[in-house]
């Protein structure tokens, strides 16, 4: 049995079940007159959720969690699907471990899917990432049942390699007809001041509206926008229009780092949901 430590406890969130529990409560707390919770009802997909420290991007990423907690859908598996900030891996990669571990538990790997899904195994990929890492700690403390998870980095960030992960996930699971979750890992525009950061965002969010993935890439490089998890944002909106022709998109929460410490130059946070 191969495990994956927490080798992001202690760093971008707390490094004890206790402190991680406060501070995701303490968020909770600030945030929950303003959490939608009539969402809850509707058939969600999955969503873009930040992954910068909880002191920065839990105070949007608490609104998508809460949400999910609060739905009757019971998720078998939930992809964690983020971007590489280490370089390491295949150009798209699943995690190789049988477990991940942290403060709060250990998840186990759904390893019916890689048997299935057409995608390299990595030993080196998620090894030191945190944007995928950041995300199981919430579920684990939200969601009251018992769920697996796929984590899939993708490293070369481009409309095929996100096209071909949604389709992987599309075909597997007509295989395996669990109930699935898809989560894509995703801060917005980075160390900008808040009115650039913005206008750049907006950007991206058009083409995320208009469920456009091949013109939010162009958009991308074209301006040069820093959001970071463009490839998972892509994946999610094509495994999205795959399962319905309904799909619908709500920005949950929207903020920047400035807002917990001032500064002219700010990482932006936005959590949105996919549903129909």
């Known amino acids: 049995m191969k495990i994956r430590k927490a080798y992001n406890a202690?760093?971008?969130?707390?490094?004890?079940?206790?402190?991680?529990?406060?501070?995701?409560?303490?968020?909770?707390?600030?945030?929950?007159?303003?959490?939608?919770?009539?969402?809850?009802?509707?058939?969600?997909?999955?969503?873009?959720?930040?992954?910068?420290?909880?002191?920065?991007?839990?105070?949007?990423?608490?609104?998508?969690?809460?949400?999910?907690?609060?739905?009757?859908?019971?998720?078998?598996?939930?992809?964690?699907?983020?971007?590489?900030?280490?370089?390491?891996?295949?150009?798209?990669s699943l995690d190789d471990n049988d477990y991940w571990e942290n403060p709060l538990g250990m998840v186990e790997t759904d390893k019916d899917f890689y048997k299935i899904m057409n995608i390299p195994v990595s030993e080196t990929a998620n090894k030191y990432e945190h944007s995928g890492e950041l995300m199981l700690p919430f579920l684990q403390y939200k969601l009251s049942y018992d769920f697996k998870i796929v984590p899939i980095t993708i490293r070369m960030q481009n409309f095929d390699n996100a096209n071909k992960v949604a389709k992987e996930i599309y075909t597997a699971n007509k295989s395996l007809n669990k109930n699935i979750l898809l989560i894509a890992s995703s801060d917005f525009s980075h160390y900008?001041?808040?009115?650039?950061?913005?206008?750049?965002?907006?950007?991206?969010?058009?083409?995320i509206n208009n469920l456009n993935s091949k013109k939010l890439f162009k958009t991308v490089i074209r301006e040069n926008i820093s959001v970071c998890g463009y490839g998972p944002i892509m994946t999610l909106i094509e495994y999205s229009k795959l399962i319905t022709k309904n799909v619908k998109i709500k920005i949950l929460k929207r903020g920047h780092s400035g807002e917990v410490m001032q500064s002219r130059k700010v990482v932006d946070y936005i959590s949105i949901l996919f549903y129909h």
């Open 10 to 92: 202690g760093k971008f969130y707390p490094g004890t079940k206790t402190e991680i529990i406060d501070l995701i409560d303490f968020i909770y707390d600030k945030e929950k007159k303003n959490i939608n919770y009539s969402l809850s009802g509707q058939n969600i997909i999955g969503g873009i959720v930040p992954h910068a420290g909880y002191n920065f991007s839990g105070y949007q990423a608490i609104h998508f969690f809460e949400i999910i907690k609060n739905s009757k859908q019971k998720f078998d598996t939930i992809f964690i699907i983020n971007p590489s900030h280490t370089g390491y891996g295949d150009e798209v």
């Open 192 to 207: 900008l001041a808040p009115e650039i950061g913005k206008y750049f965002d907006n950007m991206v969010l058009n083409e």
